[in-house]
């Protein structure tokens, strides 16, 4: 029997290996590569007010000529950072479609992001969890208490966010 998880992580490392991620991070680095890669243009905007109203966070819409990056401005930089990151997720497993199937060329690509129910939409989030996670470990000690920063940046990329003993926010 065969593990769906583990194989949605060879799929991932696939890609990963193919991405040649670089340290420092850059997200824009790795839009121009995607970009490269894809000979067409990635272009990041934040999402109109209406669909971030709506609950959408993040929106891929693919054309024959760019890809158009929506993510939701109105959270803190590093969860639109994984926002974008999902996005190109999608862009990587050459995902086509709400619904999964493909489409004739003409129409563009529309992936819209409200949920983590779908293939698609787990390929992605794993997809941006583990670049996430494999640049924020490059080049930092293997031990010495940096679990809890990796957890907290985790959390946040994922949208929650810990109050600290003694933070009362704003």
């Known amino acids: 029997m065969r593990h769906p ?18 340290h420092p991070f850059s997200l824009d680095a790795l839009c121009d590569r995607v970009a490269e890669q894809r000979g067409r243009p990635i272009r990041l905007h934040p999402l109109p007010k209406e669909a971030a109203e709506s609950g959408v966070c993040g929106l891929w819409v693919g054309t024959a000529s760019v890809d158009y ?8 930089p590093l969860h639109r950072e994984h926002i974008v990151l999902h996005e190109i997720g999608h ?8 619904d999964g199937e493909e489409t004739d060329g003409r129409a563009p690509t529309v992936l819209g992001r409200t949920n983590y129910t779908t293939r698609q939409e787990q390929e992605a989030e794993m997809l941006a969890s583990m670049i996430r996670i494999r640049t924020a470990s490059a080049g930092r000690p293997a031990s010495g208490g940096g679990g809890r920063d990796t957890l907290a940046r985790l959390e946040s990329a994922m949208g929650y966010e810990r ?3 003694g933070h009362h926010g704003s």
Do not use: M
């Open 69 to 76: 990056v929506f993510y939701e401005a109105q959270t803190t």
């Open 5 to 22: 998880q583990l194989s949605l992580r060879k799929r991932c490392e696939s890609i990963l290996g193919r991405l040649d991620l670089t």
């Open 163 to 165: 109050r600290r003993p």
């Open 91 to 98: 862009i990587l497993f050459g995902h086509h479609s709400l």
